[in-house]
């Protein structure tokens, strides 16, 4: 696979949780930045969080999900993940991730919806 592959998505209620993926067979992302985004139906795509590659020990998140959503890696297994807590449906959306510099193509991305 010439891309990430996201995973972890699905059906939220408001305030529950969910724990996406992003990984990679054939790339590492061991010494690249990665970030998630996310594309809502009708919007253009967002920059969501960015973890720099390790030892850059730099984490940022967009002001929306802030003190909501974690991202975190582990390298062992070529793995970033992102822990998003108290869910709105204002995040629902497709979500995609990729690394930084020389970015694979994009994948499917992950689908999160939250709704009562």
């Known amino acids: 696979q010439l891309h990430p592959v996201e995973s972890g998505g699905g059906l939220a209620q408001p305030g529950g949780s969910l724990r996406l993926s992003c990984e990679s067979s054939?790339?590492?992302?061991?010494?690249?930045?990665v970030r998630w985004y996310r594309q809502a139906p009708g919007k253009e795509r967002e920059l969501v969080a960015t973890?720099?590659?390790?030892?850059?020990?730099?984490?940022n998140y967009a002001d929306s999900v802030k003190g909501r959503f974690t991202i975190s890696r582990d390298n062992a297994k070529n793995t970033v993940f992102l822990q998003m807590n108290n869910l709105k449906p204002e995040d629902t959306a497709v979500y995609y991730c990729?690394?930084?510099?020389?970015?694979?193509?994009w994948g499917q991305g992950t689908q999160v919806t939250v709704s009562s």
């Open positions: 973890i720099t590659r390790v030892g850059g020990g730099s984490i």
């Open positions: 054939r790339f590492t992302f061991t010494n690249y930045e």
């Open positions: 990729n690394r930084f510099p020389e970015p694979l193509n």
